[in-house]
């Protein structure tokens, strides 16, 4: 959900997150996310498609190896690009002789916030550039027009990492702008909680591109001043205005994605969602909610996971988890389990022991956590975040099911495609690595419902879209305090670590180390109607009664990736609030289960939905990030027709 995968990096001892055919292409205007027409996103041969069809793709580095495959394979991320430095050096960590196709300059910078806050956002810009044989150089050339993507990570406090740069294709995409948020990875101060929540945020995102258009730092936005003069001749409605192509966000990251689109809906022209979270109260409860008193789900028996690190493990390579659930739930258990708690009862029980349970308070232990964690104590910081992230991480590895499935069942999606307006089966095997089309899909009758009933966790609705009363009025967060149990604890230097050193030798200490993503997800945890103002309603999918719900929750149509034209019941020429959007999502997601996106569902039909039936929560797994390879390749394909077809109505007038 809100959270991301940490994977303790042992060299700086800090937590980085794991998240991190068809030929009819229709010709969109440039840079109105309205005008994002349904089209196929397939392959085409025409020269008027020239600069699409070269993509190299896959992780094979030779376009014949790829072309040759016959076997039906998933997508995979692309390969990490070479890096050219501003004097034109390319990197050679391999050695190579060749002649990359393409390389990745990178330029980093730091932006100031508003007035008052402490906050300086840091940012990169990845840009590549292709080899021109013309020149012998690589090109910088504005012909290219390549198209840009934004990273929006998980957390709150996660971080991004070039890696997320690998989703997109190089062919289609020229720049992927990396953010760290507020309090995030190398953005300073590095927690920090005061002037952290959703609204500046949204204002972050908006002043990052706008920032990215005045410094030039985007070759594509920039306007010059006889260009700027013709367009003030020619319309007022000035062109010069340079949305985001496409937005990736990914967990707390979709929260952040809808709350910009709804913000700013010419500011984006696409998106895609992974691992659906809106940040409702229901959702926060779900993962750090404590179990109601009745409940009494039976112990599981102990698993062990070598993923996590002596840090967390307190010195075993090992943490004992909970077997997941053999079977899908039943309704019967969704009914009863409304928490996390009840179906992770050993983690439970270690994550909340020592804690003072509130009664009628059901976040009484996640407050107990904010006051240890936001405290003064470092002691108390340090122990709280190991076990914080052995909840989460427990959480994460195990999911809600693992069985030795076969490779096809384990390849399995579910879809909502809007444009047959149905639900349909899919495999998200690929012919080649250049195909964005699964090889089979297969019609649902009526079963669906009950498919669809049994992938919910802490929700039994499939048609409700409200939710518990929304306070507006709460508008400052919950004080924080130290804790009698931290003053109480164990000191500080009994917590020092010799043996954990990172690469320079240097010893681990506790008193200095800050779990910003522990600190963060608990402080909007805790604080989630005042984080989250004034998005409450919209994120909560819970407008008011005067408000249409279509007025909210609509767009166009995403292209479609079938060799087959359908036809949208949608006027190209109404205005939508949200861009057109492929949300995927895993069914063994524990941390944000498909609870959310099937409400979302719900009341957004133009949304189409991918659910990875035996993934979980991970933009890594192989199934959900070929899915997010493919999705950003059929958005890319529709959005540079439209470049190209502005460029040929720019050269007839």
């Known amino acids: 959900m809100m959270i991301s995968v940490i994977a303790l990096v042992s060299a700086t001892v800090t937590f980085r997150s794991l998240l991190f055919s068809c030929n009819a292409l229709m010709i969109l205007p440039r840079g109105s996310n309205r005008n994002l027409h349904r089209a196929s996103a397939g392959l085409s041969s025409t020269p008027f498609h020239r600069h699409i069809i070269t993509s190299s793709l896959s992780s094979s580095p030779d376009d014949s190896v790829s072309d040759a495959i016959d076997s039906p394979i998933l997508r995979s991320l692309y390969d990490p690009l070479p890096r050219i430095d501003c004097n034109g050096t390319v990197s050679n960590e391999n050695n190579t002789t060749e002649v990359p ?5 990178v330029t980093s910078g730091t932006l100031a916030t508003e007035e008052g806050s402490p906050h300086e956002l840091y940012f990169e810009v990845h840009h590549r550039l292709s080899f021109d044989n013309s020149t012998q150089d690589y090109s910088t050339a504005r012909h290219q027009r390549g198209l840009v993507g934004l990273v929006l990570h998980g957390g709150p406090g996660a971080a991004c990492y070039p890696k997320h740069t690998q989703f997109f294709s190089p062919d289609l995409y020229e720049y992927v702008v990396l953010l760290d948020q507020r309090g995030c990875g190398r953005s300073t101060p590095l927690g920090e909680v005061t002037f952290n929540r959703l609204e500046l945020l949204v204002n972050d995102v908006e002043m990052l591109r706008q920032n990215l258009a005045k410094e030039g730092l985007i070759d594509k936005w920039i306007v010059g001043e006889e260009e700027q003069q013709q367009q003030l001749i020619q319309s007022t409605q000035p062109r010069n205005h340079h949305p985001w192509d496409v937005i990736l966000g990914g967990s707390w990251g979709c929260t952040l994605a809808m709350a910009y689109a709804f913000t700013h809906p010419n500011s984006v022209r696409a998106m895609v969602l992974r691992g659906v979270c809106l940040f409702r109260e229901k959702e926060i409860d779900w993962l750090f909610g404590n179990p109601p008193e009745s409940s009494a789900v039976t112990p599981r028996a102990g698993g062990k996971t070598s993923n996590l690190r002596d840090l967390i493990a307190g010195g075993s390579s090992s943490v004992s988890m909970a077997t997941p659930p053999a079977t899908m739930t039943t309704l019967k258990e969704i ?15 270690e994550f909340s022991s020592g804690v003072q349970h509130v009664e009628n308070n059901k976040r009484s232990v ?29 959480i994460y590895g195990n999911g809600f099911k693992k069985s030795e499935d076969s490779n096809e069942d384990k390849n399995r999606l579910l879809v909502w495609d809007p444009s047959r307006a149905s639900w349909v089966f899919e495999d998200a095997q690929v012919h080649n690595q250049k195909s964005v089309a699964s090889i089979c899909v297969d019609i649902l009758s009526s079963e669906h419902e009950e498919i669809l009933r049994s992938l919910r966790r802490f929700s039994t609705s499939s048609s409700s879209h409200t939710s518990s009363k929304i306070d507006e009025n709460i508008l400052e967060p919950l004080p924080i305090e130290d804790t009698i149990a931290a003053r109480t604890e164990s000191k500080v230097e009994d917590m020092k670590q010799p043996s954990s050193k990172n690469g320079n030798g240097n010893t681990f200490d506790p008193t200095t180390y800050i779990p910003a993503q522990a600190m963060l997800t608990c402080y909007y945890s805790v604080n989630d109607q005042y984080c989250i103002h004034p998005f409450n309603s919209f994120l909560s999918i819970n407008p008011p009664s005067s408000i249409p719900l279509s007025s909210w929750y609509s767009s166009k149509l995403p292209p479609s990736s079938s060799s087959e034209s359908y036809g949208s019941s949608i006027s190209p020429d109404l205005p939508f609030p949200l861009p057109p959007t492929i949300a995927i999502q895993g069914g063994n997601d524990a941390i944000c289960p498909a609870d959310t996106a099937l409400d979302l569902h719900n009341v957004w039909e133009q949304l189409e939905l991918r659910i990875a039936l035996k993934s979980g929560h991970s933009m890594y797994d192989p199934v959900i990030a070929g899915e997010i390879v493919k999705s950003l390749e059929r958005f890319g394909h529709s959005l540079m027709m439209g470049e190209e077809a502005d460029d040929v109505l720019d050269r007839i007038v």
């Open 101 to 105: 196709k393409w390389v990745n300059k």
């Open 335 to 349: 009914e009863r389990q409304s928490v996390a708690a009840q179906l992770f009862t050993e983690q439970w029980k």
């Open 366 to 394: 996640l407050h107990s956590y904010y006051h240890r964690l936001l405290g003064t104590d470092a002691n108390s910081r340090y122990k709280a975040m190991r076990s914080w992230f052995r909840w989460e991480m427990g």
